[in-house]
């Protein structure tokens, strides 16, 4: 057994309690066989987001991309909704976020200001693992490599970074910045930034801010610590809200006042580069979107729509379908399989999910409704992830 010499014996017993601890989780993650790492059909998880105890629900994904319900987890934190959100609780993209490298389930906990995560495997998670955000009222987390940043959308607003060590996030020092944006906490939904996410290299950090019309990025340094101030891009139309960094590395930014989708490139110092708009889609409240093989699929939450736009590699995205699916009502989040086959949608307002099988054309045909989830009140579900 590994001895501690230089502790006493209270640390002893805390240090092993913390790598028996590390164990299980490596254990748990570790895929049973080359069959379920590589064959398996995969998983969807729902963030709940309950103000009295926030939980995850996971289902099963059998191969024809229907999922069946498997089991509800606490993530040991508590859910939180902005002020004024009128179906969309924490008004934010990337809420829940499944890293496959690391076999993780990232999980925001805004109403107590902490950020969970549970070891993976299939539809089943370990033991979740709640450290603090780094500020007030966490909306929405990016992975990269070892790196993740936490969007903190209260107050004047933040960003944090950690890195996963031996399955959990561990802080980086001296990492947290503040967005400068005057809010309140919580926030206001429409005032308040929207989603934190990495460039394709990762060394860009990018947040989009809605009413503010800026979009923000951060260069990282070889640390994975932001630079000390960010470089404001004005957006090209009104209240960026989500975005996809796309197969070719181009930013495409959901516009919810306008329904379009804007193209940015990166360049070396972390600044964006508009590239263009796209023509609207003609929804209401355009505010979350996925790049699904080669398509780009955005929920129109106010009426019930999905839009569609092709991603070209040096140019503004292309509107191809106005209307490519009606949902139930309320749509937010979206996830795919890992395959690309299917496409699943949060319908807050119904408490469903909207399952479509997904052609390759990018034609979309829906397959299932899940129900049995918490439709929108005055709070409700936010956060979807697939593998």
């Given at each position: 057994?590994?001895?501690?010499?230089?502790?006493?014996?209270?640390?002893?017993?805390?240090?092993?309690?913390?790598?028996?601890?590390?164990?299980?989780?490596?254990?748990?993650?570790?895929?049973?066989?080359?069959?379920?790492?590589?064959?398996?059909?995969?998983?969807?998880?729902?963030?709940?987001?309950?103000?009295?105890?926030?939980?995850?629900?996971?289902?099963?994904?059998?191969?024809?991309?229907?999922?069946?319900?498997?089991?509800?987890y606490p993530?040991?934190?508590?859910?939180?909704?902005?002020?004024?959100?009128?179906?969309?609780?924490?008004?934010?993209?990337?809420?829940?976020?499944?890293?496959?490298?690391?076999?993780?389930?990232?999980?925001?906990?805004?109403?107590?200001?902490?950020?969970?995560s549970f070891?993976?495997?299939?539809?089943?998670?370990?033991?979740?693992?709640?450290?603090?955000?780094?500020?007030?009222?966490?909306?929405?987390?990016?992975?990269?490599?070892?790196?993740?940043?936490?969007?903190?959308?209260?107050?004047?607003?933040?960003?944090?970074?950690?890195?996963?060590?031996?399955?959990?996030?561990?802080?980086?020092?001296?990492?947290?910045?503040?967005?400068?944006?005057?809010?309140?906490?919580?926030?206001?939904?429409?005032?308040?930034?929207?989603?934190?996410?990495?460039?394709?290299?990762?060394?860009?950090?990018?947040?989009?801010?809605?009413?503010?019309?800026?979009?923000?990025?951060?260069?990282?340094?070889?640390?994975?610590?932001?630079?000390?101030?960010?470089?404001?891009?004005?957006?090209?139309?009104?209240?960026?809200?989500?975005?996809?960094?796309?197969?070719?590395?181009?930013?495409?930014?959901?516009?919810?006042?306008?329904?379009?989708?804007?193209?940015?490139?990166?360049?070396?110092?972390?600044?964006?580069?508009?590239?263009?708009?796209?023509?609207?889609?003609?929804?209401?409240?355009?505010?979350?979107?996925?790049?699904?093989?080669?398509?780009?699929y955005g929920?129109?939450?106010?009426?019930?729509?999905?839009?569609?736009?092709?991603?070209?590699?040096?140019?503004?995205?292309?509107?191809?379908?106005?209307?490519?699916?009606?949902?139930?009502?309320?749509?937010?989040?979206?996830?795919?399989?890992?395959?690309?086959?299917?496409?699943?949608?949060?319908?807050?307002?119904?408490?469903?999910?909207?399952?479509?099988?997904?052609?390759?054309?990018?034609?979309?045909?829906?397959?299932?409704?899940?129900?049995?989830?918490?439709?929108?009140?005055?709070?409700?579900?936010?956060?979807?992830?697939?593998?």
């Amino acid at each position: 057994m590994r001895s501690y010499p230089s502790l006493s014996r209270g640390r002893r017993l805390a240090a092993l309690a913390g790598a028996a601890a590390a164990a299980a989780v490596l254990s748990f993650a570790a895929p049973a066989s080359a069959h379920e790492s590589h064959g398996s059909p995969g998983a969807v998880f729902v963030q709940l987001n309950g103000e009295t105890g926030n939980e995850i629900a996971a289902y099963s994904r059998a191969a024809d991309g229907t999922l069946t319900y498997d089991a509800t987890y606490p993530t040991g934190g508590l859910g939180g909704t902005q002020v004024g959100a009128p179906l969309d609780a924490l008004a934010s993209q990337g809420g829940l976020v499944l890293d496959q490298r690391h076999h993780l389930l990232l999980a925001v906990n805004a109403g107590s200001d902490s950020v969970t995560s549970f070891a993976v495997r299939g539809a089943r998670l370990g033991p979740a693992t709640t450290v603090p955000s780094g500020g007030q009222f966490p909306s929405s987390v990016a992975v990269h490599g070892d790196l993740v940043y936490v969007l903190n959308a209260g107050g004047d607003g933040s960003i944090s970074g950690f890195t996963i060590r031996h399955g959990a996030l561990t802080p980086i020092p001296g990492s947290t910045r503040s967005l400068g944006l005057g809010g309140a906490n919580p926030p206001v939904f429409i005032d308040s930034p929207a989603q934190v996410g990495f460039s394709a290299d990762g060394r860009t950090l990018i947040v989009t801010t809605k009413s503010h019309n800026e979009l923000l990025t951060f260069r990282l340094d070889r640390h994975g610590r932001p630079s000390a101030t960010p470089t404001s891009t004005a957006s090209a139309g009104a209240v960026p809200f989500s975005f996809v960094v796309d197969r070719h590395g181009l930013v495409q930014v959901t516009e919810a006042g306008t329904g379009a989708t804007s193209t940015y490139a990166v360049s070396r110092s972390g600044a964006l580069r508009l590239l263009g708009s796209s023509a609207s889609g003609g929804g209401a409240a355009l505010c979350w979107n996925i790049e699904v093989g080669g398509t780009l699929y955005g929920a129109n939450a106010g009426s019930a729509t999905l839009s569609a736009w092709r991603a070209p590699a040096r140019h503004a995205a292309v509107l191809t379908q106005a209307v490519a699916a009606t949902t139930g009502a309320g749509p937010i989040d979206l996830a795919a399989s890992r395959d690309g086959r299917f496409l699943y949608v949060q319908e807050a307002v119904d408490g469903t999910l909207g399952v479509y099988a997904v052609a390759h054309d990018g034609a979309l045909s829906r397959i299932q409704t899940v129900t049995g989830l918490p439709a929108f009140t005055t709070t409700g579900m936010e956060g979807i992830a697939a593998s």
